[in-house]
Every structure is written in structure tokens, then in C-alpha cells.
């Protein structure tokens, strides 16, 4: 089965402009979930979906929001770009069961605000 | 605030050798203590997790050992390789959130 998913891979934008990053999990996850890792740090948690719904949200401006689809992929919108969000943005997909926790991650997609 | 503090922040070992990370956390909450591995430019990769009823799972080199009275958990690589130079990262979560709170990680440089 192909892991998770992520596009695009890299990604350039001006600062004050909006972004869309999309995620599509591994076949039969339920859940995704969205990450944000700046170079030399562990990934931040931003978002958790699961069946369309929020279900966790991280200390993050209201610039981020994120939605998941009928089909479990989600995306990822940040609006109003900041040098600061700069960053590797990392989805991760899990079943919900007897171990949600275990998380899956994508390779990530690498935004460079200028 | 962190909520869980990892050491060393860089490992240098020789192959062969035993490589050992170690976690703390305060929040008595938490119930499920991941480790990942991730290489440059990929996403962190799920190596081996432990429940706070276990005191140590192993999966083949790689040993989580836990101690929930001391609110310590740690990794421990046997036969260290210089594939597993990377970096390593342990997490900790709690609830149906499926939200990972994580160390600051490890970068693991194993010596041929």
C-alpha cells in the first residue's frame, strides 16, 4: 500500500500570500493529522481530523485552518504568510482503533516565505 | 513550555556500539510514548512505542525501556550502524486527540 502522501513537495511564496497543502492518507485511515516542524525542532502540532471533523487543534493563529474531505485527504491553508512560517509542514494519517496514536507521516511539504 | 525535554541534543557512536536516548515528561496524563527516526528531507518514521503497564518492548535492535514512577522513558540502539545516523525524536500523548506533543530530538551520528 502507498504511504501517505503529500503535495507539493517544495513551495516558494511571498510573505502576506496564501498557501494550500495538500495530504492523502493511507488507504483505510480514518484521521489526519497536521504538523509543523521548524529546522532543528520537533514537529508542532496544528490540526487533527477525523471523519471531516476537527478534533484537536495546536497554539496556532486563526491564519491556519484545514478541512478533510469525503475521501479522508485533507488540506492544509495558512493565509497572510510570515517569514515565521517557514517550515517543513508534515501530515500524518492513523487508524481509529485499538492504537490511535500510531501515527504515519508523509514526507512532508517545505515552504520558504520570502 | 516544554513538556517533554530530550538528551543529548547530538550522539556520536561508534558502529557496534550502543546508542541511548533518553526522554522525561511531567504530565502524569500522558499514556503512550512513541519514538521516531527521521532522516533529512523525509517525515519522521514510527520506530517503536510503549504503553505506561510495560516496562520495556524491544523490536529487534531497538529497546524502549520506561519508568513511570521516575517519568522517564528511553531508546536504546544495539549494534549501532552507520544507517542509523539520523535523527531521533520521542514524543508522548494522551487521550483520543492523537495529539503528539515531541521532544526537541537526537541527531545520531554513528562513526564507520
Known amino acids: 500500500d502507498a504511504g501517505v502522501t503529500q503535495s507539493p513537495t517544495h513551495l516558494i511564496k511571498t510573505r502576506g500570500q496564501h498557501v494550500t497543502l495538500r495530504c492523502s492518507p493511507i488507504?483505510?485511515?480514518?484521521?489526519v493529522s497536521w504538523y509543523q516542524q521548524v529546522l532543528g525542532q520537533g514537529p508542532q502540532f496544528i490540526f487533527q481530523?477525523?471523519?471531516?471533523?476537527?478534533?484537536g487543534r495546536g497554539n496556532f493563529p486563526d491564519r491556519f485552518s484545514a478541512r478533510q474531505f469525503p475521501n479522508y485527504s485533507s488540506e492544509l491553508n495558512v493565509n497572510a504568510l510570515l517569514l515565521g512560517d517557514s517550515a517543513l509542514y508534515l501530515c500524518?494519517?492513523?487508524?481509529?482503533?485499538?492504537?490511535?496514536?500510531?501515527?504515519?507521516f508523509g514526507p512532508g511539504t517545505r515552504l520558504t516565505v520570502t | 513550555q516544554q513538556q517533554v525535554k530530550q538528551s543529548p541534543q547530538s550522539l556520536i557512536v561508534q558502529k557496534g556500539g550502543i546508542s541511548i536516548i533518553n526522554c522525561a515528561y511531567e504530565?502524569?496524563?500522558?499514556?503512550?510514548f512513541p519514538w521516531y527516526q527521521q532522516f533529512p528531507g523525509k517525515g519522521p518514521a514510527l520506530l517503536i512505542a510503549?504503553?505506561?503497564d510495560v516496562s520495556e518492548k524491544k523490536e529487534g535492535r531497538f529497546t524502549i525501556s520506561f519508568n513511570k514512577s521516575a517519568k522517564q522513558f528511553s531508546l536504546h540502539i544495539m549494534d549501532s550502524q552507520p544507517g542509523d545516523s539520523a535523527t531521533y525524536f520521542c514524543?508522548?500523548?494522551?487521550?483520543?486527540?492523537?495529539?503528539?506533543?515531541w521532544g526537541l530530538g537526537t541527531s545520531l551520528a554513528v562513526n564507520p
Open positions: 514524543a508522548a500523548g494522551t487521550g483520543n486527540n492523537r495529539k503528539l506533543i
Open positions: 504530565n502524569t496524563a500522558f499514556d503512550y
Open positions: 510503549i504503553r505506561p
Open positions: 488507504s483505510g485511515h480514518k484521521s
Open positions: 481530523y477525523y471523519e471531516k471533523e476537527e478534533r
Open positions: 500524518a494519517s492513523s487508524r481509529h482503533g485499538r492504537e490511535p496514536y500510531e501515527q504515519y
